[in-house]
């Protein structure tokens, strides 16, 4: 069976280093209960990063003390994050993973982290690991070479030949360190219409791809960063024809030139920002103008008091964001008062 956790349900996870100064105060700092713990494994980390202050040996009891004390401190769920897995040597990554799974470790992140791998490299390496130490693997690929998604892809094929749950890692809109992350709408769409995994029926009922466009805009507008053109599914050319041929076999059945439907996604929903509308709520404004914008979007408040105490959480977020306040951050704020000022105020 194929999972994407990441898209039905959220579990919040720490990252931390793999050493238990970090478990402790991880844990007698914050009520997190799944961690992830990360060390380098490869030769040119551990030499060229750690200074040849560690050996290979040194790196896996390391990385086992800690599994042993997160485990000590109630951690439910712990994942065991082989940074730069795809340059490290095949026989040490498979011990590195038999020592996590023998300590109780529940999954083993294999990191791409210079997206060194190709499809091809990929599928074998983790093919070798899940089969030889049988511990579920959680894929997590950097795009430097433009390969992020499709060696997301093959990691999880290759598990899943093996017999074991399979994660992917992804970001929305691809965005992440240097070239990004492998973005989490091609990773879906990959997955219900490519090849590979056609007729298999492996994402959960429950991925609503309705969200996909929204989602995918806010996150351009909140991070200040365009969604390229030729972006899969949300791209402005994504389903645009320029040539003639294209275009007409398009207009007779969109399935000629089209994988799927830009419905499925949510396209042609209200974009999320629209000037004028929306950017009237901001650092000074006044009552009256605040009341008219929220009753435009069908939000009625008892009294002027708690309009105040709405607009004060409204003024703080404009001024934290530094950008114009959308319609679902006003309509999170007037739902949900208390959430949103535990939020601002950064109270634990």
Known sequence: MFFLYCIYFIILEGWIRAITD??????????????????????QMIFGKFQGKFSEKDVIRMMTDAVDKA???GIKTVGVNAEDASRTKLDYLIRFAEAAKEHGADRFRYCDTLGFDNPFTIYDRVKAVASEVKIPIELHCHNDLGMAVANSLAGAIAAIHSGVDAYINTTVNG??????????VSVVLAVKHSSAFKDQDVLDERIDLL???????????????????NQPGVGANAFAHESGIHADGALKDRK??????????????PEIIETGRNITVGEYSGIKGFR?????????????????????????ANVHNQKPIVEDELLFIAKHPDIAKKLFTMEP
């Open 256 to 269: 000629n030139y089209e994988l799927y439907d830009f419905e499925e996604l949510g396209l042609g929903e």
């Open 22 to 43: 970090d478990v402790e105060k991880a844990t007698e700092l914050t009520r997190i209960e799944h961690l992830n713990l990360s060390i380098s494994t490869s030769d």
């Open 211 to 229: 969200k996909t466009w929204k989602t995918s805009k806010y996150v351009a507008y909140a991070f200040g960063l365009p969604i390229p053109i």
């Open 71 to 73: 485990k000590q401190r």
């Open 175 to 184: 965005v992440g360190e240097r070239a990004g992350n492998a973005d989490l």
């Open 292 to 316: 008219n914008v929220y009753e435009k979007l069908q939000v009625e408040f008892k009294d002027d008091k708690e309009a105040n105490e709405v607009l004060e959480l409204v003024r703080y």
